[in-house]
C-alpha cells in the first residue's frame, strides 16, 4: 500500500469513528468470502457498516476520536462494525456470531464507554431505536383512546338501561 493511499485510509477511518455511535470488534478468521458478504449484507441492512483495515492503521485512525478504547482489541485479522444507532451494529454481530463460530466478538465501544463481550450482547439484547419509537407511540396514543371509550360508554350504558326498562314496561 502506498503512503498517500495510507493517508487517505486513515483519514476516512478517522471520519467514521468521530461519527459512530457504536463500534464492535471481532475476529473474522476462517470466514469464506460468501460468509463476509453476507454479513455487509447483514450490516447494510440494519444501517451499519463494516471495515476491514489494518490494524496499525486503524490505531491510528483511532486517535483524537470517542472510541479510541478498542485500539487495545485490534490484534489479529479484526473486523470493525460501526452504526449510529447503538443497537444495529451490536445485534447484527450477535445474530452472525451464532450462526458462524469463526467469527468471534472481541469487545466494543459505545462512546468513550469501552464494552466487554457481555456489554455487546446486553446491548445487543435491547430493542432497536424504530422498535422503542413504536411503542413509545403506543404508550401515547392509548390514553386517548382509552379516554374516548371511557366518554361514550355512560351514555350507551344509561340507553341500555332505559331500553331495558322499556321492554320490562312493555312485556307487564
Same mark, same amino acid.
Given at each position: 500500500?502506498?503512503?498517500?493511499?495510507?493517508?487517505?485510509?486513515?483519514?476516512?477511518?478517522?471520519?467514521?469513528?468521530?461519527?459512530?455511535?457504536?463500534?464492535?470488534?471481532?475476529?473474522?478468521?476462517?470466514?469464506?468470502?460468501?460468509?463476509?458478504?453476507?454479513?455487509?449484507?447483514?450490516?447494510?441492512?440494519?444501517?451499519?457498516?463494516?471495515?476491514?483495515?489494518?490494524?496499525?492503521?486503524?490505531?491510528?485512525?483511532?486517535?483524537?476520536?470517542?472510541?479510541?478504547?478498542?485500539?487495545?482489541?485490534?490484534?489479529?485479522?479484526?473486523?470493525?462494525?460501526?452504526?449510529?444507532?447503538?443497537?444495529?451494529?451490536?445485534?447484527?454481530?450477535?445474530?452472525? !456470531?451464532?450462526?458462524?463460530?469463526?467469527?468471534?466478538?472481541?469487545?466494543?465501544?459505545?462512546?468513550?464507554?469501552?464494552?466487554?463481550?457481555?456489554?455487546?450482547?446486553?446491548?445487543?439484547?435491547?430493542?432497536?431505536?424504530?422498535?422503542?419509537?413504536?411503542?413509545?407511540?403506543?404508550?401515547?396514543? !392509548?390514553?386517548?383512546?382509552?379516554?374516548?371509550?371511557?366518554?361514550?360508554?355512560?351514555?350507551?350504558?344509561? !340507553?341500555?338501561?332505559?331500553?331495558?326498562?322499556?321492554?320490562?314496561?312493555?312485556?307487564?
Amino acid at each position: 500500500m502506498e503512503r498517500a493511499a495510507k493517508k487517505e485510509a486513515v483519514e476516512q477511518l478517522h471520519g467514521v469513528f468521530e461519527t459512530t455511535g457504536v463500534a464492535v470488534v471481532a475476529h473474522y478468521s476462517g470466514l469464506t468470502v460468501a460468509q463476509m458478504q453476507k454479513l455487509r449484507m447483514q450490516m447494510k441492512q440494519a444501517g451499519a457498516s463494516v471495515k476491514v483495515s489494518k490494524n496499525r492503521l486503524a490505531k491510528i485512525a483511532l486517535e483524537g476520536t470517542d472510541v479510541v478504547g478498542i485500539g487495545s482489541l485490534l490484534r489479529g485479522p479484526t473486523v470493525i462494525a460501526t452504526s449510529n444507532d447503538p443497537v444495529a451494529a451490536p445485534k447484527v454481530a450477535v445474530e452472525f !456470531a451464532k450462526a458462524n463460530e469463526k467469527f468471534v466478538i472481541l469487545g466494543g465501544s459505545m462512546g468513550k464507554t469501552v464494552l466487554n463481550v457481555d456489554s455487546v450482547k446486553a446491548l445487543a439484547s435491547l430493542p432497536s431505536l424504530d422498535e422503542l419509537r413504536g411503542k413509545l407511540v403506543g404508550l401515547i396514543q !392509548a390514553p386517548a383512546t382509552k379516554l374516548a371509550q371511557l366518554s361514550t360508554a355512560p351514555a350507551s350504558k344509561l !340507553a341500555r338501561v332505559i331500553q331495558a326498562y322499556a321492554s320490562k314496561g312493555e312485556a307487564a
